[in-house]
């Protein structure tokens, strides 16, 4: 954890992303799924998720326009369906797009805020895995 707090461009206490994170989430359609939801199937591109939380074996999708789905199938059936560069999975109950992340906390124990304004904790064993992916993260930008 010290070697990412010792990097120049992290602030200690946050870190604001300068583009705009819509721009680059809409320039990126890499693949769509399909989701049971309620008597029929929709189709979501993974650009529109934001994040998932699971409860049990229920997913909740958090999309980007706002929408929120609940979905009976476990967050781990997800986790394995999407892409890995794209997706990392934070907390047990919580898969965030790295996408879509605006801040990152150091200070608050590894916490981070999405686009939505939801503040997102990172357990203390899945950060490194989450300061990797987002290092490495290489959003797709077309022009």
Known sequence: MNAFISDSIFDPV????P?????????VCLQKLLIPFYDRKRTVSVDE???????????NFYLKDGTKMLVSRTLKEYETLLDG?????????????LGFVRKFFIKKEGEI????????????RRAQ??????RDFQPVVLS
């Open 14 to 17: 946050s870190i604001n992303f």
């Open 19 to 27: 583009k705009s994170v819509e721009e680059i989430a809409d320039s």
């Open 49 to 59: 998720i934001v994040r998932l939380e699971g409860c049990g074996n229920y997913t």
């Open 85 to 97: 560069q794209a997706f990392v999975r934070v907390h047990k109950s919580c898969i965030v797009n």
């Open 113 to 124: 805020e999405l686009i939505d304004g939801q503040q997102v904790k990172i357990s203390r």
């Open 129 to 134: 895995t989450f300061m990797d992916r987002f």
